[in-house]
């Protein structure tokens, strides 16, 4: 409890863009934020007060940013399990609790919990050897999807792979390294959706709508709120698969499922995130409540917000920084941006720019979408490359 304010304070784990933007959701509810953060120069570092620098898998460092707070949660989801358990062992209030963590740390466990459950799933199994995708292929065929078991993350962790001999110059070099590896059947694709929702330690649960996310090489480029062209039943299917996973797995906080939807309208899970999520991002100007303000809420036990949307329609477009970087700096693509697009909700982390890199993303709202994505899109290719992409110029 901070002490002049008389109200909570939690602490995150990890110092990125997603604990920067719960702060912003933290001052508008007068709570404070307490950030576990690598150095001084990451996204929520430059903005809280409340900072501990320190390394998430080190167990002092925990504990000096679970002193004193409400509730512990997550930036990311790379805590060591067993850290995690010492600290509830210790009186800590681990929001999601490692026994619900562990399923979006490792996508085996996962994987094996779902089908427990009956959820649908891809065809997988583990990887100990190339006999192994070898022996799943002549069953599932080829191609075959090689995954990380644990940390991967935008496209990083999995490989294609087409024929033994990929698997035979793949498999090997990986677990040398020490990767631990799974294979799964390659999903015929239609479109990818995602589930956003809140769940509290007392068991109240808000869902968002069904999203679509658009993927290029494996990083998320656009959300779309609602996803086009979902009925409205295959819509409620897929939240109400979510919200049975969450209660399934305990999770409290925010749950994102992340799916594949397959040509015959059927949906199979594909990853799960147990934390404010990029396919969140359009409720912070598209939805009643956003999703950093909805995660403090379930963390802390407070009743849940609306998930209604302001408007029947939102896009959120990633900035990814451009390559090559751009000679004129974030100031002024901001300016010509937000003077061209005026209704752009723009929301920058405060990051270095590199290629590729996440440093920001734009939401527009209104009634409809092929125009909201491309006024979303030219806005955030602007942030990123100082260019207009439809020849539009400022001068």
């Not at 900035?319 to 723009?346: I, K, M, N, Y």
Request: glycine fraction near 10%.
């Amino acid at each position: 409890m901070e002490k002049r304010t008389g109200l909570p304070v939690v602490a995150m784990v990890g110092g990125g863009q997603l604990a920067r933007m719960t702060h912003q959701a933290a001052i508008a509810l007068g709570q404070s934020l307490r950030v576990l953060a690598v150095g001084p120069d990451e996204p929520a570092a430059l903005v809280s007060p409340d900072i501990v620098l320190g390394d998430h898998r080190d167990l002092d460092a925990l504990r000096r940013v679970a002193a004193g707070a409400e509730a512990l949660t997550f930036d990311h989801e790379h805590v060591p399990g067993e850290l995690l358990e010492t600290l509830v062992a210790e009186g800590v209030a681990v929001h999601p609790g490692p026994d619900a963590l562990r399923h979006a740390q490792d996508k085996l466990v996962m994987r094996r919990r779902l089908a427990e459950l009956g959820e649908p799933v891809p065809p997988f199994a583990p990887v100990e050897g190339t006999s192994d995708v070898e022996a799943f292929a002549a069953e599932h065929g080829w191609p075959v999807v090689l995954k990380a078991v644990r940390g991967g993350y935008d496209g990083r962790g999995v490989w294609m792979l087409d024929s033994l001999e990929e698997a035979a110059a793949t498999v090997p070099e990986l677990l040398d390294a020490g990767t631990p590896l799974m294979v799964e059947q390659k999903v015929a694709l239609r479109r990818e959706l995602a589930v956003l929702l809140a769940r509290s330690p007392y068991g109240q649960a808000a869902v968002y709508p069904t999203v679509e996310t658009v993927q290029v090489d494996g990083i998320c480029t656009e959300v779309l709120a609602p996803a086009p062209g979902l009925s409205d039943d295959a819509g409620e299917a897929a939240e109400e698969l979510a919200l049975r996973i969450a209660a399934a797995l305990g999770v409290v906080g925010l749950l994102a499922v992340e799916l594949f939807e397959t040509p015959d309208g059927r949906v199979v899970v594909n990853e799960l995130a147990m934390r404010p999520h990029n396919s969140g991002h359009w409720s912070m100007d598209g939805a009643v409540t956003g999703q950093f303000e909805q995660h403090l809420r379930a963390v802390l036990d407070y009743p849940l917000g609306s998930t209604s949307t302001l408007r029947p329609a939102c896009v959120m477009a990633n900035v990814l920084g451009g390559d090559p970087v751009p000679a004129t700096g974030p100031d002024e693509r901001l300016h010509h941006t937000l003077a061209r697009f005026p209704e752009a909700r723009v929301h920058l982390y405060g990051k270095a720019e590199r290629p590729g890199r996440k440093i920001g993303h734009v939401n527009i709202t209104g009634d409809d979408m092929d125009d909201l994505r491309r006024r979303a899109r030219l806005a955030a290719d602007h942030l990123a490359t100082g260019v207009w992409t439809d020849g539009w110029s400022v001068h």
